[in-house]
């Protein structure tokens, strides 16, 4: 996993401490959320007139591309 998606993914981990033990549970809504606001501050950087917003997003989270068949 991506060093930045990892950091997302760890602050969407909500803990749950049941007095003799402490818990903690991935948050799909928040994991989500916090993706989307990255991809916002990456889309609203500027780009060139020969950048796309989607490779922006891509190379910000170290993904690459994969077409789907």
Do not use: T
């Amino acid at each position: 996993m991506n060093q930045r998606i990892s950091k997302l993914y760890d602050q969407a981990i909500v803990i749950e401490d049941g007095g003799d033990y402490v818990c903690g549970e991935l948050d799909p809504v928040k994991f989500a959320q916090l993706i989307v606001q990255e991809c916002m501050k990456v889309s609203n950087r500027s780009l060139s007139k020969y950048e796309l917003p989607s490779d922006k997003i891509a190379e910000h989270f170290g993904v690459e591309e994969h077409e789907n068949h």
